[in-house]
């Protein structure tokens, strides 16, 4: 009769399992400490240094002083909602007339081949134009025009640009969504007797929206910051309020606070794209794992 077997050694299994786990956790923590140490050195280094170059206190002077920053913060803070109001109008704008373009560039056969030709030439102009140029030929070029009927005012071509110009870079990110949709999911909508719009409402577009979501956000991180460049065209807003205050003070401190603002928006945004980001990543991960 053969020996039992001998009962397992749970000791050295639990060290077995705690040393796994503290790898682990060394892999997954230990890179972040050490890009926080070095983070800190660098950053301890800078405020080491700076106040010791020769400029420094001349620079706190114009740029950092306490009570420029306080008496020009009303003002432009009553600009900022210019680029505010701007930024909302412009991507609701530019949100739909971007699917449009996407959808027009996505359209299969020979009978929507203008179509196509359409949306790549205009997704291949404006793409190509420098956004500021766009914006001084349109906000000086048209009003010249006196045309009667077409608006005259310098924020409402100032904000036409900036539509036209991210309506193109919008689209490229519908028309790539849609291109990461597998063909069989528009087979199969096909296949149960959805038409083709219907298939590329119903079942196309959800899909490739979703999964654009980050870039999209992307661009309208990038497309506030844009709205400044409307200042060129003579339009109070956050940026043309710290000029006026830097021509009026000789202190360059109005365009911190502008900066300030702009920060406000951006780096909330900025961490909240990440943050979608960084879940879908970990929602296609999961989900290849169960497939």
Avoid: C
Wanted: glycine share 8%.
């Amino acid at each position: 009769m053969a020996d039992p077997a001998p009962p397992p050694d749970l000791g050295s299994r639990r060290s077995r399992i705690l040393a796994g786990a503290g790898g682990r956790w060394t892999a997954a923590i230990g890179p972040s400490l050490i890009a926080l140490a070095s983070t800190a050195v660098v950053v301890g280094l800078l405020v080491w240094l700076i106040p010791k170059s020769k400029g420094y206190e001349e620079v706190k002077t114009n740029f950092f002083d306490r009570a420029q920053f306080d008496d020009s913060l009303p003002a432009i803070a009553e600009a900022f909602k210019t680029n505010i109001k701007m930024f909302l109008v412009i991507e609701a704008i530019v949100l739909v007339a971007a699917l449009v373009i996407a959808v027009m560039r996505s359209l299969p056969g020979p009978v929507f081949f203008p179509l196509r030709v359409m949306a790549i030439i205009y997704a291949d102009l404006f793409r190509g134009i420098p956004t500021i140029l766009l914006v001084l030929l349109l906000g000086f070029g048209v009003p010249a025009l006196q045309i009667e009927g077409l608006p005259t005012s310098e924020l409402f071509w100032g904000g036409a640009s900036l539509v036209l110009v991210y309506t193109a870079y919008v689209s490229e990110v519908y028309r790539a969504g849609i291109d990461s949709v597998h063909p069989s999911q528009d087979a199969a909508a096909r296949s149960l007797g959805l038409g083709r719009m219907q298939s590329m409402r119903h079942v196309v577009l959800p899909q490739a929206v979703r999964r654009v979501i980050p870039p999209l956000l992307n661009d309208f991180i990038g497309l506030q910051k844009d709205t400044a460049l409307v200042f060129q065209l003579g339009v109070v807003e956050a940026l043309n309020q710290a000029s006026i205050d830097v021509a009026a003070t000789f202190n360059y401190t109005p365009y911190v606070v502008t900066a300030v603002f702009f920060l406000a928006i951006t780096i909330p945004m900025t961490r909240f794209t990440d943050w979608l980001m960084t879940r879908d990543r970990r929602r296609r991960m999961a989900g290849g794992l169960v497939a």
